[in-house]
T-cell receptor, first 113, second 112 residues
Framework: DVKVTQSSRYLVKRTGEKVFLECVQDMDHENMFWYRQDPGLGLRLIYFSYDVKMKEKGDIPEGYSVSREKKERFSLILESASTNQTSMYLC????????????FGPGTRLTVT | EDQVTQSPEALRLQEGESSSLNCSYTVSGLRGLFWYRQDPGKGPEFLFTLYSAGEEKEKERLKATLTKKESFLHITAPKPEDSATYLCAVQARGNAGNMLTFGGGTRLMVKP
């Protein structure tokens, strides 16, 4: 079974703090994704990566950056957290070929106060 | 621009009362349509992939079907444990990175 794990289930940070969210997958998938999910707005893609050290912006990259130093690990960084970044953050991975499903982690509920 | 619309937003059923969830989509060449189940506070769980009109997939009480404009998730004789939000997503041909476009989801509540 594909397993995608995220470093924290719940996280509370203060405005202005630098926040790291980590994601690890164990299926040797090339593609990895970061989403945020908000009521009424659905799942929105922040960044994705199709290879080590490669990254592409998604629909809402502002205020975020990412790092992929190893194939199995994809990190999302909030350089200076703001209250409007309070959300559920979901990581996913997939094979590189088109038509394959993405597998999601359990999510991190981030609250910025 | 690819778009996915799911209806209804919420659906209440009695246990055993069969129904269908709708996913309407517009996409510039469909590579795949995906159904996920999401329980509160958890990540989406993959259910099905459909690739072409006329295709059907089944899993326990769930059956997904696909036409050129929409997909249906049929739930036969649902049980309370089927209560969840069901998400539909599409992937377009030529899509860099195999990105998905998600619908807003249908929240299903099954009462015993």
């Amino acid at each position: 079974d594909v397993k995608v794990t995220q470093s924290s289930r719940y996280l509370v940070k203060r405005t202005g703090e630098k926040v790291f969210l980590e994601c690890v997958q164990d299926m040797d998938h090339e593609n990895m994704f970061w989403y945020r999910q908000d009521p009424g707005l659905g799942l929105r893609l922040i960044y994705f990566s199709y290879d080590v050290k490669m990254k592409e912006k998604g629909d809402i990259p502002e205020g975020y950056s990412v790092s992929r130093e190893k194939k199995e690990r994809f990190s999302l960084i909030l350089e200076s957290a703001s209250t409007n970044q309070t959300s559920m953050y979901l990581c996913a991975s997939s094979l590189p070929q088109g038509g394959y499903e993405q597998y999601f982690g359990p999510g991190t509920r981030l609250t910025v106060t | 621009e690819d778009q996915v619309t799911q209806s209804p937003e919420a659906l209440r059923l009695q246990e055993g009362e069969s129904s269908s969830l709708n996913c309407s989509y517009t996409v510039s060449g469909l590579r795949g349509l995906f159904w996920y189940r999401q329980d509160p506070g958890k990540g989406p769980e993959f259910l099905f992939t459909l690739y072409s009109a006329g295709e059907e997939k089944e899993k326990e009480r769930l059956k997904a079907t696909l036409t050129k404009k929409e997909s249906f998730l049929h739930i036969t004789a649902p049980k309370p444990e089927d209560s969840a939000t069901y998400l539909c997503a599409v992937q377009a041909r030529g899509n860099a990175g195999n990105m998905l476009t998600f619908g807003g989801g249908t929240r299903l509540m099954v009462k015993p």
